[in-house]
């Protein structure tokens, strides 16, 4: 094969392999807010970036807590990542402690307080 033959080869897997990656990167990058459920049994909401790393950026933890009006129920309380103590701007997520996570029915009582909470 000539010199001008792999150059062409070449430039053409190069503009294929950034073509597809870049496929990829819109299809896995979900809009609006996503839930995430860690192996831990932390839960966590934000905008979830897929590619080429798994992240959650405007992330809440959801948190348990016991309803004071009456002991057998519970409510639940979105705690913003960057109110808390170590104050993360970008969660970084390993896969393998990822439970499962999906996108944040705009329904949702976690959508709601959000809204409440003006979060866009």
């Known amino acids: 094969m000539n010199l001008m033959k792999k150059t062409v080869l070449i430039v053409v ?8 990656g870049y496929a990829l990167k819109s299809q896995n990058q979900p809009e609006g807010f996503s839930v995430v459920y860690l192996q831990t049994g932390e839960l966590y909401v934000g905008k979830l970036t897929l ?7 405007t992330t809440y933890a959801v948190a348990r807590m016991q309803d004071p009006k009456d002991a057998a129920k519970n409510t639940f309380q979105l705690n913003p990542l960057n109110e808390m103590v170590w104050a993360p701007q970008t969660l970084y997520l390993n896969r393998d402690n990822v439970v499962f996570y999906g996108p944040l029915d705009e329904n949702s009582n976690a959508a709601k307080g959000l809204k409440e909470k003006g979060v866009k």
């Open 51 to 57: 590619f080429p790393k798994m992240k959650l950026d």
């Open 13 to 20: 897997v190069v503009l294929g392999l950034g073509a597809g």
